[in-house]
Nanobody, 115 residues
Framework: QVQLVESGGGLVQTGGSLRLSCAAS????????MAWYRQAPGEQRDLVAQ???????NYADSVKGRFTISRDNAKNTVNLQMNSLKPEDTAVYYC?????????WGQGTQVTVSS
């Protein structure tokens, strides 16, 4: 069992930046992968970025070149640096951890980008 707590969301203007953090309740060293997903009102939850145990990253096409995912095994955190934000990035952002065959989710943090 693991708890994930997101932080760093908020309101920002178009072109601005935010940094999301996800703190895990225990060591993430052996987690198969960690990721950020987002869900806008009335939409499905979509993958934004993922980082594997080995540090391999994967991004949604819509955020490539603007978002960067990183993990800090010493601090048990995964971060999402979001630059050049657009109104279409507005959503609730969820942290996800894959441990073996199990998926864990945080409760989400709201990101709102004003035009």
């Amino acid at each position: 069992q693991v708890q994930l707590v997101e932080s760093g969301g908020g309101l920002v203007q178009t072109g601005g930046s935010l940094r999301l953090s996800c703190a895990a309740s225990r060591s993430i060293f052996s987690f198969s992968a960690m990721a950020w997903y987002r869900q806008a009102p009335g939409e499905q939850r979509d993958l934004v970025a993922q980082i594997t145990e080995g540090g391999i990253t994967n991004y949604a096409d819509s955020v490539k070149g603007r978002f960067t995912i990183s993990r800090d095994n010493a601090k048990n955190t995964v971060n999402l640096q979001m630059n050049s934000l657009k109104p279409e990035d507005t959503a609730v952002y969820y942290c996800n951890a894959i441990i073996g065959w199990l998926n864990y989710w945080g409760q989400g943090t709201q990101v709102t980008v004003s035009s």
